[in-house]
C-alpha cells in the first residue's frame, strides 16, 4: 500500500487522540514518512504554528490539496561523515 501523503505536502491535523491535542486543527507540512506493519504509515510533519515537529498517523491527517517548497525547510546545507573500519563517524 502507498502513503496518502507526499513529502512537503500540507495537511491538517484532525483527530480525537488527546496526545495531538496541542496540535489539532493545526496546518502542517509533511517532512518524512515511516510504515509499520500493522499500523499503517506514519508522518514527521512541521507544525507551522508551533515551528515543531510532531509524528502523526495517517488517520490523524486531513489533506488540504496544496504542497510547499522543499526550500521552505532545508537550505542546502550539509555536511560529510566518514566512517572508520570501527564504525565509528568522523565531519569530513
Do not use: C
Amino acid at each position: 500500500m502507498d502513503p496518502k501523503f507526499k513529502f512537503f505536502e500540507k495537511v491538517i491535523v484532525s483527530s480525537d487522540e488527546p496526545s495531538l491535542k496541542t496540535i489539532n486543527g493545526r496546518s502542517g507540512a509533511i517532512l518524512g514518512i515511516s510504515e509499520d506493519s500493522g499500523h499503517g504509515f506514519s508522518y514527521s510533519a512541521h507544525i507551522y504554528e508551533y515551528g515543531e515537529v510532531w509524528v502523526v498517523m495517517e488517520s490523524d491527517l486531513e489533506p488540504t490539496g496544496e504542497f510547499d517548497s522543499r526550500e521552505a525547510f532545508y537550505d542546502g546545507y550539509s555536511v560529510q561523515v566518514g566512517v572508520d573500519a570501527k564504525g565509528r563517524g568522523t565531519l569530513g
